[in-house]
Antibody, heavy 117, light 106 residues
Framework: EVQLVESGGDLIQPGGSLRLSCSASGFTFSTSAMHWVRQAPGKGLEYVSA????????YYTDSVRGRFTVSRDNSKNTLYLQMSSLRTEDTAVYFC??????????WGQGTLVTVSS | IVMTQSPATLSVSPGERATLSCRAS??????LAWFQQKPGQAPRLLLNGASARATGIPARFSGSGSGTEFTLTISSLQSEDFAVYYC?????????FGPGTKVEIK
C-alpha cells in the first residue's frame, strides 16, 4: 500500500523556522516526483512546492520562494520542506503528494503548521 | 492560471444528478484533475486528464471538457458523495486549484 506520512508541524512564532518531513512507503520513492500542497483553516488548496525524482529540479509558488526549500533523501524515502521567515499567512495543513506526471495521488494525512505569537 | 468553479454550493437530493463546472483563465488542454475532500480528510483524486477515473473511483463520476471549460458529473448522488470538490490544472507551474464546490444534501 502506498503511504505518505507527514510530520513536523508545530506552533511557531512569526519569523521562525520549521522543517516538515514526509515519510514514503509502498512505492519506489526515488523515481517519483513529489509535491507539497497546503490548506489554510477553512480555505481551499494551494500548491507550495515540487521536486523532481532525483531532486535536481525544484519549483515554488511565488509566496514562498526564497523562504521555503524543498529537498529529499531518496536513501531514506523522505521528503522535506524547510520553512523559514514564517508568516501568519503560512498557517495551514501541509500535505505531501506523490506526482506521476499526471496524477497527484495519493496524499498524506497532513501536518498542521500554526504561525502565531 | 486562475481556476474558477461554479456554483460555490450545490444542494442536491440523494439519487439526483450533480453537475459541477470549472473554468480556466487560459487553456490547460486536458491537464485537469478533480478531487473530492471530506471534512478532516486529505483530498482524494477522482479524475485526471479531464475524464479518466482514478483507480477505485465509481463509474457514477465522469468528467468532460478541454481547453478552458470542464465539467464533473455525478450521475446519482450517494450519501458518501456529499463533500467539497476541487478542480486543478497541471498544465503550467504553479499548478492551481479552483476554490471548490460544496455539494450538500438538499
Amino acid at each position: 500500500e502506498v503511504q505518505l506520512v507527514e510530520s513536523g508541524g508545530d506552533l511557531i512564532q512569526p519569523g521562525g523556522s520549521l522543517r516538515l518531513s514526509c515519510s514514503a512507503s509502498g512505492f519506489t520513492f526515488s523515481t517519483s516526483a513529489m509535491h507539497w500542497v497546503r490548506q489554510a483553516p477553512g480555505k481551499g488548496l494551494e500548491y507550495v512546492s515540487a521536486i523532481s525524482a532525483n531532486g535536481d529540479r525544484t519549483y515554488y509558488t511565488d509566496s514562498v520562494r526564497g523562504r521555503f526549500t524543498v529537498s529529499r533523501d531518496n536513501s531514506k524515502n523522505t521528503l522535506y520542506l524547510q520553512m523559514s521567515s514564517l508568516r501568519t499567512e503560512d498557517t495551514a495543513v501541509y500535505f505531501c503528494v506523490k506526482w506521476d506526471g499526471s496524477s497527484a495521488d495519493p496524499w498524506g494525512q497532513g501536518t498542521l503548521v500554526t504561525v502565531s505569537s | 492560471i486562475v481556476m474558477t468553479q461554479s456554483p460555490a454550493t450545490l444542494s442536491v437530493s440523494p439519487g439526483e444528478r450533480a453537475t459541477l463546472s470549472c473554468r480556466a483563465s487560459q487553456s490547460v488542454s486536458s491537464n485537469l484533475a478533480w478531487f473530492q475532500q471530506k471534512p478532516g480528510q486529505a483530498p482524494r483524486l477522482l479524475l485526471n486528464g479531464a475524464s479518466a477515473r482514478a483507480t477505485g473511483i465509481p463509474a457514477r463520476f465522469s468528467g468532460s471538457g478541454s481547453g478552458t471549460e470542464f465539467t464533473l458529473t455525478i450521475s446519482s448522488l450517494q450519501s458518501e458523495d456529499f463533500a467539497v470538490y476541487y478542480c486543478q490544472q497541471y498544465n503550467n507551474w504553479p499548478f492551481t486549484f479552483g476554490p471548490g464546490t460544496k455539494v450538500e444534501i438538499k
